[in-house]
């Protein structure tokens, strides 16, 4: 097989391709070529494959590779400059060749497991940005699912599929064997006791990689409170319980849900949801939040200490510091209350609060916080810019295209 180095471009791939590999080589990082139209116009050319060089990543599983008439194999960018180098070198007489082979499955602590996705969604909530979402990371990646029987998938009765679609299986069989165990929680008790439990490290016990265009460390927006683990979820010791009429205070009873649509009820704070999790994102100087836990475990008599993993730039305190648990007293409140440390507008940092018992439990959830100086964030960041290149204090004009520029010189 000749391998032979294209402009990645469907349609100028032409039939030089006829009997060879394609490589494919961009170096420009922001750039991302539908490798689904290159892999289709490489084989309607006679190609034979195709090598494709990426950031480290898995984008790509979100196709369908199954139905591709011609190998597709993605490499990192340092495999890909030693092919470009040994087809460049082998211009004088040698001709570059490779050879395709069959997959090898690796399997063991090797690989780092669980990741992020590339492509799954991230935080924070547009529309609610004090409801810290996502609110948990599951199994949606490579996932051999059934297929069904049409000619898109050319009669394959079982596939590979990737997205939510896949994750949300997992949740909801989780939720089902959580509920027949136990039948008397409420869906936020079910969602506690998952979001509580998740893990944040990997096979490893490294913190999990968010994967992307730049791989990084996962934090609450990457993946919630973490990745489900579904038998520490049936047994999460705590659990954060909310009644439906405090979903209703905290729409304001949008959409009608009020009796007879006559709701009454005062619209409550965000921060007031009594959510496994707390996002505050407007702290300028301090903010407390409430939270209430129902003990569940098989002990009536128990105490549980406060762990305290502060986000960078916030001081928080929790009182009481200690919960203390007995067969008359099934539910604790405590206050957790958050101080800016420094004045800045800031990006959000990330946190968490545990409360143990001693033993097996370990009641996590995950906070995020964000210091500023303006609630309008986008608006003063793009007012420093322009002032700062102008020099001016007026108020810039906002029809003006967006971005800092410099000042011309005299």
């Not at 495999?79 to 460049?88: A, D």
Request: glycine fraction near 6%; proline fraction near 8%; include cysteine.
């Amino acid at each position: 097989m000749i391998p032979s180095c294209c402009s990645c471009d469907a349609d100028k791939i032409d039939s030089s391709v006829k009997g060879k590999i394609a490589f494919c080589f961009i170096t420009a990082f922001n750039v991302v070529p539908s490798y689904g139209r290159i892999i289709n116009a490489v084989s309607s050319k006679g190609g034979r494959g195709v090598i494709w060089a990426l950031y480290t990543t898995d984008s790509f599983l979100t196709e369908d590779l199954l139905t591709l008439d011609i190998p597709f194999v993605p490499v990192d960018y340092e495999i890909s400059y030693r092919i470009f180098q040994y087809i460049r070198n082998s211009e004088n007489g040698d001709i570059p060749k490779a050879k395709i082979s069959l997959t090898r499955t690796m399997i063991g602590s090797e690989n780092s497991a669980p990741k992020v996705a590339a492509f799954s969604s991230r935080g924070p909530s547009a529309i609610y940005p004090g409801v810290l979402k996502p609110d948990i990371a599951a199994p949606g990646v490579a996932i051999l699912a059934a297929s069904p029987n049409t000619p898109e998938f050319k009669g394959v009765p079982y596939r590979f599929d990737s997205g939510t679609s896949m994750a949300c299986p997992h949740v909801s069989g989780i939720v089902a064997v959580l509920k027949s165990l136990h039948p008397e929680w409420s869906p936020a008790a079910l969602k506690s006791a998952i979001m509580t439990t998740a893990t944040t490290f990997d096979n490893n016990r490294m913190p999990i990689q968010a994967n992307g265009r730049v791989p990084k460390i996962a934090d609450p927006f990457d993946y919630g409170a973490g990745f489900v683990n579904p038998i520490m979820a049936a047994d999460p010791g705590l659990i954060y319980d909310i009644n439906p009429s405090d979903y209703l205070k905290f729409f304001n009873c949008m959409g009608g849900l009020g009796s007879q649509d006559n709701c009454t009820t005062a619209k409550e704070s965000v921060i007031e949801l009594n959510l496994p999790s707390i996002a505050i994102p407007n702290l300028r100087t301090s903010q407390t939040a409430v939270r209430t836990v129902t003990n569940v475990g098989d002990h009536q008599d128990v105490v549980y200490k406060a762990f305290l993993e502060p986000p960078a730039g916030v001081e928080m305190a929790v009182e009481p510091s200690e919960l203390v648990f007995n067969k008359d007293k099934k539910a604790q409140s405590f206050k957790v209350t958050f101080k800016a440390t420094r004045k800045v507008q800031g990006d959000y940092t990330f946190g968490s609060l545990a409360w143990h018992d001693g033993g097996s439990h370990w009641v996590r959830i995950p906070i995020a916080a964000r210091i500023v100086i303006e609630e309008i964030y986008s608006r003063i960041s793009y007012s420093a810019c322009v002032r700062r290149a102008v020099g001016e204090e007026k108020e810039p004009n906002f029809e003006q295209p967006v971005g800092c520029f410099q000042p011309p010189r005299h």
